[in-house]
């Protein structure tokens, strides 16, 4: 692990920081893991099919963005696998480009909104059931993310038109409001239903509140 850390770092030495950090996280919901469960047993059960399936679909993700180029050429790329304490592995992705990403791409790459559900419904269902923060503050105080009254996680965002570079090095993405051009969602909290909007919705999903 040592000699395979310091291989890496010629990929810093040699062509700068990373242009794409992607995160990969394991669904214990997947198909290909729940046909497999026997008769009362639950996906915790069975940490060997988590594992096999995770390895598999991570080497299928690394080969698609690869082989299909669908963010352009790259020089080279890395990842390495966690377990998060809930025992899901996690992969995170580093990926040099040929073609560095300027800023008026980001916006062709990352989407912190939701998608159009008419266009793309089963992208839409993905993000409502999985990647929605919350909600917490005044719908949700007992949600895990509040301390002291506030979301740990600076929760809702702003609404912004455009995306914008952080004054901590951490860019703020673009959250459109409804008649911007942006669109909202309901979701049951407590058996009830809450507009979502894009100030609600973050990238890559809170640790503690999937749904």
């Known amino acids: 692990m040592h000699e395979r850390t310091q291989d890496t770092m010629t990929y810093v030495r040699n062509f700068g920081r990373p242009d794409l ?15 497999e469960l026997m008769a009362r047993q639950k996906n915790h059960d069975r940490h060997d099919l988590i594992g096999r399936m995770f390895h598999l679909k991570l080497k299928s993700l690394t080969n698609f963005i690869n082989k299909g180029k669908i963010f352009g050429t790259a020089r ?11 025992g899901l592995p996690r992969a995170h992705i580093l990926r040099w480009l040929q073609e560095k990403i ?15 559900p008419e266009s793309d419904p089963m992208l839409h269902g993905v993000i409502k059931t999985q990647m929605i923060h919350g909600p917490c503050g005044s719908i949700n105080p007992l949600s895990p ?12 965002r702003i609404f912004l038109k455009d995306t914008q ?24 909290v407590r ?8 100030t609600g919705q973050q990238p890559f999903g809170c640790p503690y509140d999937f749904s």
């Not at 950090?21 to 046909?35: A, L, R, S, V």
């Not at 916006?107 to 939701?114: G, K, M, Q």
């Not at 058996?191 to 894009?198: A, L, P």
Request: glycine fraction near 8%.
């Open 76 to 86: 080279c790329f890395m990842y390495t696998v966690e377990w998060q304490k809930r």
């Open 102 to 116: 300027h800023v008026h791409k980001i916006d062709d790459l990352i989407s912190a909104e939701l998608p159009n």
């Open 21 to 35: 950090f992607i995160t990969f996280t394991c669904n214990p919901q997947w198909k290909e893991i729940t046909d």
């Open 145 to 156: 993310c509040m301390k002291g009254g506030k979301c740990t996680k600076r929760y809702p």
């Open 165 to 188: 570079t952080g004054h901590d090095g951490y860019p703020l993405y673009r959250r459109r409001k409804l008649e911007d051009g942006g669109y909202v969602t309901t979701k049951k």
């Open 191 to 198: 058996g009830s239903d809450v507009e979502i909007d894009n």
